[in-house]
């Protein structure tokens, strides 16, 4: 026990500073990207995926309460483990089920509950077994617990980790098994046995079965395995291999043949979608541009960070050289690393956005890249005076960068009342709290705005939907309520959904009801709110 805990005391130290900056960003989330809502919508609203669903299939002239809201968004009576809603509701999405059944399994912990921790702690489960992956897949590719805990440290406080793990969404799942299937078969080339085999074939299946971009990864790096195994002449291990991803694959179109309606639809998260950006040959340098940029400080920091130690291998390049001789050096592990570039290209160019979230499961296989950059300089640095010393600086400015770029970067998804933030969600929250018991009209003609703000409608008693001013509905709804108040959010997204102009709808308001004076309440980006008076 005692040898044990000398030898992985690195990485439990490392785990633990993670936990802790985790559970502090965390603590510090006020908000939830639409996304993030869907993900509670889709998980747990009874056979009725998006919220026009909830309101019977059509949201024009529709009056749904705050627990008709709340329903949507939780776990109801008699609901708890029913999985075949969530796969009828996938089904009718653009991704597969596996993340909303996990999800769904933990809002059953707290049926009826609406809170930012459901999906916190699951996503910070997943995130600790991704960082605990990516450690024993260091120490098998480079042999050093040392520069293993390293890696879990430079990732597990890096930008992109962090909001992989804040965002509540499939990608932090997709991340943990994109790590299991890099460790497969970095143990598979290291040894054959046979239970590798079957676990490279269920990683591809639940890889799949999470989000379709785990597709990328997964190809590039079977296709470097099969040529390593021909040049190896691992004919057996090759077949084997072959069969075992082919077979995950088939298995995701045994279990969700739903799959290749998603993957041939016309639609912005889809195949037609994604040929369309990869055939757009003039926007490849802009996205790819686009991704670097995003990620500002923390990406700027980590590409001089690996310049620094291309420039120290050069140094003591003439004792690499000797160390390569005398022993070999870790060239197999490109096999495992060089992949993630190329799905990192490919991710960037047709994804349906460019946000950095479609390349979050790669972030670790980056992480384990310095890890490979940090392995040549032990291997040369042994023999020079002083070894240890010249070790220890090393691994030590791998958590020290980590501090920094986690101080000059925070991570994404946080939402908090920040004058540097254009989204200030707790102050939504708290201005739709303060008109609780005003009368709600939201005008649209999608459901997406609308799930957007849903955190902000769960305040009201009930919101009436819909696209027309002039509607009967409006005058009914506001008649019945006889208030000298009234909220009100108008759908101002062109691009997302009606596109309404407030200027046309607030005087149309005014013409057919007694609310002739307005203000501002906030803007959100897809909608804006007023409070009306008489």
């Known amino acids: 026990m005692k040898e044990k805990l000398q030898k992985h005391g690195a990485f439990l130290l490392a785990l633990l500073t993670v936990l802790a900056v985790c559970l502090f960003f965390a603590q510090r989330k006020n908000g939830m990207f639409i996304d993030e809502i869907y993900t509670y919508g889709l998980s747990n609203s009874h056979y009725a995926p998006f919220l026009k669903d909830a309101a019977g299939g059509e949201l024009e002239g529709a009056v749904l309460s705050r627990q008709d809201l709340l329903d949507y968004v939780t776990v109801g009576p008699g609901e708890i483990g029913d999985f075949g809603s969530v796969y009828y509701n996938q089904v009718n999405d653009v991704h597969p089920p596996l993340y909303y059944w996990l999800f769904h399994l933990a809002s059953c912990l707290s049926p009826g509950v609406f809170s930012k921790w459901t999906g916190l702690i699951l996503d910070l489960v997943l995130y600790l077994l991704t960082l605990f992956a990516l450690y024993r897949l260091v120490l098998r590719l480079f042999g050093s617990p040392w520069n293993a805990a390293a890696a879990a440290l430079l990732y597990g406080l890096s930008g992109l980790g962090l909001s992989t793990m804040l965002m509540i969404r499939m990608y932090v799942l997709m991340t943990l098994l994109t790590v299991l299937l890099a460790l497969w078969i970095a143990r598979l080339m290291e040894k054959e046995r046979w239970i590798w085999y079957p676990l490279i074939g269920l990683t591809v299946f639940l890889g799949l079965l999470t989000q379709y971009y785990f597709v990328f990864y997964a190809f590039f790096v079977c296709a470097a395995f099969v040529f390593w195994a021909a040049a190896k002449k691992r004919w057996r291990c090759l077949g084997l291999f072959a069969l075992s991803a082919f077979a995950g694959v088939g298995l995701l179109l045994l279990v969700f043949p739903a799959c290749i309606n998603h993957l041939t639809a016309d639609k912005l998260v889809s195949g037609g979608n994604a040929v369309e950006q990869l055939s757009a040959v003039s926007q490849y340098k802009t996205r790819l541009l686009l991704f670097f940029h995003e990620a500002n400080h923390g990406m700027k920091a980590a590409v001089l960070f690996t310049l620094g130690l291309l420039a120290l291998l050069l140094v003591f390049c003439k004792k690499l050289r000797a160390a390569g001789k005398a022993k070999k050096l870790p060239w197999d592990s490109l096999v495992i690393l060089v992949p993630a570039f190329a799905a990192f290209a490919v991710a960037a160019l047709i994804s349906p956005v460019p946000e950095q979230r479609y390349i979050y499961n790669l972030a670790p296989l980056f992480a384990a890249s310095v890890s490979f950059l940090l392995a040549l300089l032990e291997r040369s640095l042994e023999g020079l005076p002083r070894e240890k010393l010249w070790k220890t600086g090393l691994l030590l400015a791998v958590p020290v960068l980590s501090l920094l770029l986690v101080r000059a970067q925070p991570p994404k998804y946080l939402y908090p009342i920040d004058p540097c933030y254009e989204d200030s969600y707790a102050e939504y929250d708290a201005l739709a709290a303060a008109h609780a018991g005003d009368p709600c009209l939201y005008l649209t003609e999608y459901s997406y705005p609308p799930t957007q703000d849903l955190g902000e409608l769960l305040a009201f008693e009930d919101v009436l939907f819909t696209g027309d001013p002039d509607s009967p509905a409006v005058d009914d709804y506001l008649a019945a309520r006889q208030s000298p108040e009234c909220v ?34 906030y803007e959100n980006g897809l909608s804006v709110t007023y409070l009306l008076r008489k």
């Open 488 to 521: 009100v959010y108008i759908d101002v997204s062109e691009d997302w959904s009606s596109g309404f102009d407030p200027e046309e709808m607030l005087p149309a308001l005014a013409d057919t009801t007694d609310y002739t004076h307005w203000e501002l309440l």
